[in-house]
T-cell receptor
């Protein structure tokens, strides 16, 4: 158990809909990362937050947004969903977000039908 | 970001040592070399990382070439539980980019 909690574990929705994925980092970790893993794209970095502020942005679509709240949990919002957004979404956390080990959650499997 | 080259797949017999290579010829002087692995249906997990010297921990050893353009992850005795995709990631700072990794199959 990495200490990172992601909910829900599975999500099935329809095209055009909006969903929110939630991540609770390990106790004491200030930084949260979001990754998307699909069969054809591998593990893609989306975005990183540190203590409530966006720190780095990767291949995140404009339809996607994220935030980190004062209690340090983070949410990834996916809107106007398309079939291609079906993927496994991972959250990871680390103490300071700078060149140290990441602890990953078990992921949210999103299926867009 | 430093580009990495890893074999797509490797096989090992159970209880034999495994050497997983990674080329990172464009690595910068401040990049640490991180290794993660991802077991089926799980999130990636940290294995080991180092800067210049060889490193050992309870999971594996990391051998870093003197010029730092390549590294090798060594699993001393492969078990069935080590079957996973192994990612080599040169990193400075806050961004970890996972490539396609090496899929390790352990044969009983």
């Amino acid at each position: 158990d990495s200490g990172v909690t992601q909910t829900p574990k599975h999500l099935i929705t329809a095209t055009g809909q909006r969903v929110t994925l939630r991540c609770s980092p390990r106790s004491g970790d200030l930084s949260v990362y979001w990754y998307q893993q699909s069969l054809d794209q591998g593990l893609q970095f989306l975005i990183q937050y540190y203590n409530g502020e966006e720190r780095a942005k990767g291949n995140i679509l404009e339809r996607f947004s994220a935030q980190q709240f004062p209690d340090l949990h983070s949410e990834l919002n996916l809107s106007s969903l398309e079939l291609g957004d079906s993927a496994l979404y991972f959250c990871a956390s680390s103490p300071t977000g700078w060149s140290e080990k990441l602890f990953f959650g078990s992921g949210t499997q999103l299926s867009v039908l | 970001d430093a580009k990495t080259t890893q074999p797509n797949s490797m096989e090992s017999n159970e209880e034999e040592p495994v050497h997983l290579p990674c080329n990172h010829s464009t690595i910068s002087g401040t990049d640490y070399i991180h290794w993660y692995r991802q077991l089926p249906s799980q999130g990636p997990e940290y294995v080991i990382h180092g800067l210049t010297s060889n490193v050992n921990n309870r999971m594996a050893s990391l051998a870093i070439a003197e010029d730092r353009k390549s590294s090798t992850l060594i699993l001393h005795r492969a078990t069935l539980r080590d079957a996973a995709v192994y990612y080599c990631i040169p990193n400075t700072g806050n961004q970890f980019y996972f490539g396609t990794g090496t899929s390790l199959t352990v044969i009983p």
